[in-house]
Protein backbone atom coordinates (compact mmCIF):
# COMPACT_ATOMS: atom_id res chain seq x y z
CA UNK A 1 0.00 0.00 0.00
CA UNK A 2 1.71 3.34 -1.19
CA UNK A 3 1.17 6.65 0.21
CA UNK A 4 -1.53 7.03 -2.75
CA UNK A 5 -3.43 4.43 -2.00
CA UNK A 6 -2.26 2.05 -4.45
CA UNK A 7 -1.01 -1.33 -3.70
CA UNK A 8 1.98 -2.06 -3.73
CA UNK A 9 3.88 -5.54 -5.24
CA UNK A 10 3.91 -7.54 -2.35
CA UNK A 11 6.80 -8.83 -0.58
CA UNK A 12 9.95 -10.20 -2.52
CA UNK A 13 9.99 -13.40 -0.49
CA UNK A 14 6.27 -13.53 -2.00
CA UNK A 15 6.90 -12.97 -5.49
CA UNK A 16 10.30 -15.16 -5.55
CA UNK A 17 7.99 -17.99 -4.19
CA UNK A 18 10.21 -18.36 -0.87
CA UNK A 19 8.72 -19.51 2.15
CA UNK A 20 9.64 -19.87 5.68
CA UNK A 21 8.88 -16.25 6.66
CA UNK A 22 9.54 -16.11 10.49
CA UNK A 23 7.24 -13.20 10.29
CA UNK A 24 4.64 -16.13 10.25
CA UNK A 25 5.13 -16.48 13.55
CA UNK A 26 4.56 -12.81 14.77
CA UNK A 27 0.71 -11.78 16.12
CA UNK A 28 0.16 -8.20 15.47
CA UNK A 29 -3.43 -6.90 16.83
CA UNK A 30 -4.62 -4.04 14.62
CA UNK A 31 -7.34 -2.05 15.91
CA UNK A 32 -8.20 0.56 13.59
CA UNK A 33 -12.18 2.02 13.00
CA UNK A 34 -12.06 3.11 9.14
CA UNK A 35 -13.33 -0.48 7.15
CA UNK A 36 -11.25 0.35 4.73
CA UNK A 37 -8.09 1.30 6.02
CA UNK A 38 -8.41 -1.67 8.54
CA UNK A 39 -8.44 -4.21 5.63
CA UNK A 40 -5.74 -2.16 3.57
CA UNK A 41 -3.46 -2.41 6.46
CA UNK A 42 -4.31 -6.17 7.45
CA UNK A 43 -4.24 -7.68 3.72
CA UNK A 44 -0.61 -5.98 3.29
CA UNK A 45 0.59 -7.65 6.78
CA UNK A 46 -0.54 -10.90 5.75
CA UNK A 47 1.07 -10.38 2.24
CA UNK A 48 4.66 -10.07 4.46
CA UNK A 49 3.53 -13.00 6.31
CA UNK A 50 2.19 -11.81 9.71
CA UNK A 51 -0.66 -13.10 11.47
CA UNK A 52 -3.44 -10.17 12.26
CA UNK A 53 -6.10 -10.02 14.25
CA UNK A 54 -8.26 -6.77 13.72
CA UNK A 55 -10.59 -4.71 15.86
CA UNK A 56 -13.14 -1.88 14.80
CA UNK A 57 -13.46 -0.29 18.25
CA UNK A 58 -11.23 -0.09 20.95
CA UNK A 59 -13.55 -2.20 23.77
CA UNK A 60 -13.30 -5.23 20.85
CA UNK A 61 -9.23 -4.16 21.14
CA UNK A 62 -9.11 -4.23 24.53
CA UNK A 63 -11.64 -7.92 24.38
CA UNK A 64 -9.15 -9.27 21.54
CA UNK A 65 -5.50 -8.59 23.63
CA UNK A 66 -7.12 -10.09 26.13
CA UNK A 67 -8.07 -13.52 24.99
CA UNK A 68 -4.75 -13.96 22.92
CA UNK A 69 -1.31 -13.82 23.24
CA UNK A 70 -0.16 -10.39 20.75
CA UNK A 71 3.45 -9.87 19.59
CA UNK A 72 2.41 -6.35 18.63
CA UNK A 73 -0.35 -3.49 19.05
CA UNK A 74 -1.08 -1.08 15.60
CA UNK A 75 -3.60 1.23 17.03
CA UNK A 76 -5.12 4.24 15.58
CA UNK A 77 -5.53 7.27 17.99
CA UNK A 78 -9.16 8.40 16.96
CA UNK A 79 -11.34 4.99 17.84
CA UNK A 80 -14.96 5.27 19.22
CA UNK A 81 -15.95 3.87 22.80
CA UNK A 82 -12.58 3.66 24.26
CA UNK A 83 -9.81 5.49 22.12
CA UNK A 84 -5.88 4.20 21.06
CA UNK A 85 -5.00 6.08 24.16
CA UNK A 86 -6.95 4.78 26.67
CA UNK A 87 -6.43 1.01 24.98
CA UNK A 88 -2.83 2.07 25.08
CA UNK A 89 -3.15 2.62 28.73
CA UNK A 90 -4.76 -0.63 29.67
CA UNK A 91 -2.81 -2.53 27.43
CA UNK A 92 0.47 -1.15 29.90
CA UNK A 93 -1.19 -2.14 32.95
CA UNK A 94 -0.44 -5.79 31.85
CA UNK A 95 2.08 -5.99 29.13
CA UNK A 96 5.42 -4.86 27.93
CA UNK A 97 4.71 -5.84 24.17
CA UNK A 98 5.23 -2.61 22.16
CA UNK A 99 2.62 -0.20 20.68
CA UNK A 100 2.81 1.32 17.42
CA UNK A 101 0.34 4.03 16.72
CA UNK A 102 -1.42 5.77 14.07
CA UNK A 103 -1.92 9.44 13.01
CA UNK A 104 -3.93 11.10 11.00
CA UNK A 105 -1.64 14.18 11.76
CA UNK A 106 1.94 14.11 12.48
CA UNK A 107 1.93 17.14 14.75
CA UNK A 108 -1.23 16.42 16.40
CA UNK A 109 -0.88 16.66 20.56
CA UNK A 110 -3.15 13.36 20.36
CA UNK A 111 0.43 12.10 19.11
CA UNK A 112 2.50 13.23 22.34
CA UNK A 113 -0.84 11.82 24.49
CA UNK A 114 -0.47 8.06 22.97
CA UNK A 115 3.74 8.30 23.64
CA UNK A 116 2.89 9.49 26.91
CA UNK A 117 0.23 6.67 27.67
CA UNK A 118 3.28 4.20 26.37
CA UNK A 119 2.91 3.64 22.58
CA UNK A 120 6.61 3.06 21.40
CA UNK A 121 6.31 4.95 18.04
CA UNK A 122 3.93 6.21 15.83
CA UNK A 123 3.44 6.45 11.44
CA UNK A 124 1.60 9.12 9.89
CA UNK A 125 -1.84 8.73 7.92
CA UNK A 126 -1.60 7.68 4.59
CA UNK A 127 0.05 4.62 5.55
CA UNK A 128 3.46 4.03 3.33
CA UNK A 129 3.85 0.13 3.88
CA UNK A 130 7.56 0.65 3.51
CA UNK A 131 7.50 2.97 6.48
CA UNK A 132 5.02 0.74 8.75
CA UNK A 133 6.97 -2.22 7.66
CA UNK A 134 9.96 -0.77 9.23
CA UNK A 135 8.64 0.50 12.03
CA UNK A 136 7.15 -2.97 13.05
CA UNK A 137 10.83 -4.86 12.31
CA UNK A 138 12.24 -2.62 14.46
CA UNK A 139 10.33 -2.83 17.24
CA UNK A 140 9.90 -6.20 16.79
CA UNK A 141 13.40 -6.57 16.81
CA UNK A 142 14.11 -4.52 19.83
CA UNK A 143 11.29 -6.91 21.70
CA UNK A 144 14.26 -9.76 21.19
CA UNK A 145 17.13 -8.02 20.91
CA UNK A 146 20.69 -9.64 23.49
CA UNK A 147 22.57 -7.89 25.87
CA UNK A 148 25.77 -8.40 23.59
CA UNK A 149 24.01 -5.36 21.16
CA UNK A 150 24.97 -2.34 23.34
CA UNK A 151 28.66 -1.53 23.98
CA UNK A 152 28.46 -2.10 27.07
CA UNK A 153 31.10 -1.11 29.86
CA UNK A 154 32.94 -3.44 31.72
CA UNK A 155 31.10 -5.61 34.59
CA UNK A 156 31.80 -8.83 37.11
CA UNK A 157 31.27 -12.24 36.16
CA UNK A 158 27.90 -11.02 37.37
CA UNK A 159 27.17 -8.69 34.14
CA UNK A 160 25.58 -6.20 36.86
CA UNK A 161 25.98 -2.87 37.01
CA UNK A 162 25.00 -0.47 40.15
CA UNK A 163 24.10 2.93 40.27
CA UNK A 164 23.27 4.29 43.56
CA UNK A 165 19.04 2.31 44.15
CA UNK A 166 19.40 1.16 40.38
CA UNK A 167 21.22 -2.08 39.43
CA UNK A 168 21.40 -2.94 35.68
CA UNK A 169 21.74 -6.96 34.86
CA UNK A 170 23.09 -6.35 31.39
CA UNK A 171 23.16 -10.34 30.99
CA UNK A 172 19.79 -10.85 32.54
CA UNK A 173 18.31 -7.66 31.01
CA UNK A 174 16.92 -7.12 34.38
CA UNK A 175 16.83 -3.59 35.97
CA UNK A 176 16.26 -3.62 39.64
CA UNK A 177 15.80 -0.20 41.99
CA UNK A 178 16.22 -0.53 45.56
CA UNK A 179 15.60 -4.16 44.92
CA UNK A 180 12.43 -4.39 43.35
CA UNK A 181 12.38 -5.64 39.83
CA UNK A 182 11.04 -2.96 37.28
CA UNK A 183 8.73 -3.21 34.29
CA UNK A 184 10.09 -1.48 31.39
CA UNK A 185 9.32 -1.83 27.95
CA UNK A 186 11.73 -3.44 25.39
CA UNK A 187 11.91 0.36 24.25
CA UNK A 188 12.83 2.16 27.96
CA UNK A 189 15.01 -0.72 28.53
CA UNK A 190 17.12 -0.34 25.38
CA UNK A 191 17.32 2.89 26.26
CA UNK A 192 18.45 2.93 29.80
CA UNK A 193 20.90 0.19 27.87
CA UNK A 194 22.49 2.72 25.88
CA UNK A 195 22.33 5.15 28.64
CA UNK A 196 24.79 3.14 31.37
CA UNK A 197 27.26 2.27 28.36
CA UNK A 198 28.18 5.34 28.48
CA UNK A 199 27.63 7.15 31.97
CA UNK A 200 28.83 10.66 32.17
CA UNK A 201 28.58 11.26 28.51
CA UNK A 202 26.26 13.80 26.75
CA UNK A 203 24.24 11.50 24.34
CA UNK A 204 22.40 13.61 21.34
CA UNK A 205 19.09 13.33 20.68
CA UNK A 206 19.37 12.21 16.97
CA UNK A 207 21.98 9.32 18.20
CA UNK A 208 19.11 7.89 20.62
CA UNK A 209 17.13 7.78 17.73
CA UNK A 210 19.42 5.78 15.23
CA UNK A 211 20.02 3.69 17.91
CA UNK A 212 17.42 2.98 19.84
CA UNK A 213 14.21 3.74 17.39
CA UNK A 214 16.85 2.34 14.30
CA UNK A 215 16.09 5.78 12.43
CA UNK A 216 18.36 6.38 9.34
CA UNK A 217 17.35 10.02 9.63
CA UNK A 218 16.52 12.61 12.59
CA UNK A 219 12.85 11.86 13.25
CA UNK A 220 10.78 13.42 15.80
CA UNK A 221 12.52 14.46 18.94
CA UNK A 222 9.70 14.09 21.02
CA UNK A 223 9.84 10.06 20.58
CA UNK A 224 13.23 10.37 22.80
CA UNK A 225 11.82 13.02 25.25
CA UNK A 226 8.60 11.03 26.02
CA UNK A 227 10.58 7.62 26.38
CA UNK A 228 12.71 9.53 28.42
CA UNK A 229 10.24 10.64 30.66
CA UNK A 230 8.86 7.78 30.98
CA UNK A 231 11.95 6.19 31.71
CA UNK A 232 12.61 8.40 34.59
CA UNK A 233 9.75 7.52 36.55
CA UNK A 234 10.55 4.01 36.59
CA UNK A 235 14.16 4.35 37.80
CA UNK A 236 14.29 8.02 39.44
CA UNK A 237 14.19 11.30 37.49
CA UNK A 238 17.79 11.97 39.60
CA UNK A 239 19.92 9.30 37.14
CA UNK A 240 19.35 11.26 34.02
CA UNK A 241 20.25 14.71 33.26
CA UNK A 242 18.93 16.70 30.83
CA UNK A 243 21.37 19.11 27.87
CA UNK A 244 19.33 21.68 27.40
CA UNK A 245 19.81 21.95 23.75
CA UNK A 246 21.65 18.79 22.56
CA UNK A 247 20.26 15.41 24.71
CA UNK A 248 20.64 13.73 27.90
CA UNK A 249 23.32 12.52 29.92
CA UNK A 250 23.02 9.26 32.55
CA UNK A 251 24.82 10.23 35.88
CA UNK A 252 27.78 8.62 36.89
Known sequence: M???????????????????????????LLVEDDDAIRRSVGMTLERYGYRVSA???????LEKFREARHDLLLLDIMLPH????????????????????????GDSLDVVAGLEAGADDYVVKPIDTTVLLARIRTLLRRATFTAAEPDMPPT????????RDLTVDTRGLEVRRD???????????????????????????????RK???????????????AVQRLRKKIGADHIETVRGFGYRFRR
Open 82 to 105: LDGIGLCRKVRETSQAPVLMMSAR
Open 179 to 209: GRLLALTPTELRLLLEFVAAPGIALQRGVLL
Open 55 to 61: APDGLTG
Open 156 to 163: DDTGLLAF
Open 2 to 28: RPDGRPDDGPPAQRSGAGGDPAARVHI
Open 212 to 226: VWDYGWDGDSRVVDL
